[in-house]
């Protein structure tokens, strides 16, 4: 049997860090799903994560580690999900280096990810982005920032980490404005801007005059924004858009809504499903799909398409008698 801890020190300097070049995200993810497996593993075993073998990690192991993250910790499939990619991902790591645990490994591998359902996705329309930009209090300096933010998210679909991690340098606003991204899996893409968003990013560098390789939305210490206060500043802001738009109501704002508004914008515009992937960086064109299944006009428009040629278009609308029927009840 073969000790697990050196494999699994391996797996991150030399295979995430040194040959994948994994960002930061995904090293810290995959850290935290392994940390728990070692931490149920040692009590179930009861030993300590450091004289673990690859062996003590077999099947049932992982199984009831994964019924564990669920029932106990109350995990989402997703989340499970997430979890296992790591797991396997260690274990084809360790596949390569352990030929006498091959037998173990390879139920490990075998273990399929769980089935869940799948729920449209939220975005925002644009009376919804008009109210958010405009909760952001622009007689402060923190407000100017979100707004922004926030503006240059809801047409760019950068993700979080993306946002976060922009400098100075990574805005070009002189002929055809654009933002130079370096996105998940390390890949680099340029998004163009509209007039508005560039107006506004040249107003907020120039007031803050920063010098090259500066975070371009900063926290007023100066640091890069974190994830979590991008979401609580996003959270503050909807609260109070929620008062002039009540449909805010009843969503949950993410900069991951942000994201999927603009997606959902370029999809009313008529961009093709191609061009969206390459514009959010997806990795394969089908994930993009989802976007088609949420948008329930160009279900409508396809509706029409199907309907007799003497069918006015569109839905159903009563006429006053039927309404005034219905009210008399």
Request: proline fraction near 5%; hydrophobic fraction near 40%.
């Amino acid at each position: 049997m073969s000790l697990l801890a050196p494999t699994l020190q391996a797996f991150f300097t030399e295979h995430l860090i040194a040959q994948r070049q994994s960002s930061p995200h995904t090293v810290a993810a995959y850290r935290d799903s392994l940390k728990l497996l070692l931490v149920f593993a040692s009590e179930h075993c009861e030993k300590n994560p450091s004289r673990l073998h690859i062996a003590d990690l077999d099947a049932p192991v992982i199984g009831a580690f994964l019924d564990h993250l669920e029932h106990n910790r109350g995990n989402a499939a997703t989340t499970r999900n997430a979890r296992l990619a790591a797991i396997h991902s260690l274990f084809g790591y360790a596949a390569l280096r352990h030929p006498e645990d091959a037998a173990v490994i390879a139920r490990v591998l075998a273990i399929p990810p769980k089935r869940r359902n799948t729920t449209l996705i939220t975005f925002l329309d644009e009376p919804e982005v008009k109210a958010l930009l405009a909760a952001c209090d622009q007689t402060t300096w923190t407000g100017r920032r979100d707004r922004a933010l926030f503006a240059l998210a809801a047409q760019t679909g950068l993700r979080a980490s993306e946002l976060t991690a922009l400098t100075s340098t990574d805005i070009h606003l002189g002929t055809g404005p654009y933002v130079n991204t370096l996105g998940k899996g390390r890949k680099q893409r340029i998004t163009p801007l509209t007039r508005t968003v560039a107006d506004i990013l040249r107003a907020w560098l120039d007031e803050r005059a920063q010098a090259p390789g500066d975070a371009l939305f900063p926290t007023r210490r100066g640091t890069p924004m974190t994830r979590d206060a991008l979401e609580r500043r996003l959270a503050v802001h909807t609260r109070t858009a929620t008062t002039v738009c009540p449909t805010l109501a009843g969503k949950k704002v993410t900069p991951h809504v942000l994201r999927h508004t603009a997606a959902m914008r370029l999809l009313r515009a008529g961009v093709d499903t191609t061009v969206i992937a390459l514009w959010l960086g997806h990795e394969k064109v089908a994930t993009t799909a989802i976007y088609l299944h949420a948008d329930m006009a160009l279900k409508e428009k396809a509706l029409a398409r199907t309907s007799p040629d003497d069918t006015e278009p569109g839905r159903y609308r009563p006429t006053d008698t039927v309404l005034a029927f219905l009210e008399g009840l």
